[in-house]
């Protein structure tokens, strides 16, 4: 009869406890991090791509 007496106390504990975890928020702050450089590494890659497809132009031209 005990069992069944705290058995309300240890599922409400078993939730506090998945509410309380901070693995999954650790997860996003990660996932966020990993988009912000992919974005910011193509904005890059394509500006520094463009400068130097037009310097390889102009020594093609010269040549």
Known sequence: MEKFRLLPMRAY???VA???R???QALVEY???LA???VVSIGVLTTLG???SGIFNTINGKL
């Open 36 to 38: 912000l450089i992919a």
């Open 22 to 24: 901070e693995e999954g």
């Open 13 to 15: 504990l078993a939730v």
């Open 50 to 52: 463009t400068k130097v």
């Open 18 to 20: 998945l509410r309380d």
């Open 31 to 33: 996932a966020l991090l």
